[in-house]
């Protein structure tokens, strides 16, 4: 069987539309963060990012775990079940799926971790009885008095960690970009890492797309088959991307 892991972002997780033809791709297949800025505004506390990678004071982290392990994740559950696929929800905390320890930076980014270890055993279970597991990127580690708390941790970060553990055939991440883009604004079809960071150098890619790409670039030095970043089209767009027929998007390799 055919090993994919999908990681969803940007309006794809919260458009309706594009949700309802994303499950229906999901389901054709065989077997197998805008939300959280607007719950932050309630806090009336102002979301920073520091190199795509969110600070996380202790109110928002509740509301960054209520917003990614119980509405979205349970929301994509529910819809992927009307659609006769077998999900099943869970985060990082979940058997302890994502172990991490506190992420060290220029600067304190507060309850972000960084993944030490992957315990894939949960997911290779549910996949060998038949479910799709939907996972949060929350996940668990101790904080400085060594009580186990949960920690945010980069979607896109959680997500390759977690293909690489499962030896995935291929590792997909949807958002609302096309792709990797030149200084032209065009979708590159191919890139390699050496290209990527003269590319963050000049400024052409930055923001959220920089952890991205890095991140992308470790897993392939872990072992990891395929990457495909890509924007979200239609249901018949990403079942050919996923079956090789076609590639709409940037193949990291």
Not at 88 to 100: Q, T
Not at 124 to 137: D, H, K, Y
């Amino acid at each position: 069987m055919k090993k994919v892991v999908v990681k969803i972002g940007g309006s794809l997780a919260i458009d309706e539309a594009k949700l309802a033809d994303f499950v229906a791709a999901v389901s054709k297949l065989p077997a197998s963060g805008k939300d959280i800025n607007e719950n932050i505004s309630l806090l009336r506390e102002q979301p920073t990012f520091i190199d795509g990678l969110r600070v996380t004071t202790p109110s928002i982290m509740k509301m960054v775990e209520m917003t990614l392990s119980g509405h979205v994740n349970k929301k994509l559950v529910r819809m992927l079940l009307e659609n006769n696929c077998n999900a099943v929800g869970l985060s990082g905390v979940d058997a302890k799926l994502f172990e991490v320890v506190k992420k060290q930076g220029k600067v304190d980014l507060g309850l972000v971790g960084e993944v030490k270890k992957v315990n894939p055993k949960i997911v290779e279970t549910l996949w060998s009885a038949g479910f799709v597991p939907v996972v949060s990127p929350i996940s668990i580690g101790p904080d400085e008095n060594g009580k186990a708390v949960s920690w945010n941790v980069n979607a896109d970060t959680a997500a390759s960690e977690l293909a690489v553990a499962l030896h995935a055939d291929q590792f997909v991440l949807v958002s609302d970009v096309p792709g990797v883009m030149d200084d032209t604004k065009t979708v590159i079809p191919e890139l390699t890492e050496d290209a990527s960071e003269a590319l963050i150098e000049k400024g052409v890619i930055s923001g959220g797309m920089i952890p991205k790409v890095r991140e992308s670039f470790k897993s392939i030095s872990r072992g990891l088959k395929s990457i495909h970043i890509v924007g979200w089209k239609d249901a018949d767009h990403f079942v050919k991307q996923i079956n090789g027929e076609l590639n709409y998007g940037t193949i990291l390799g």
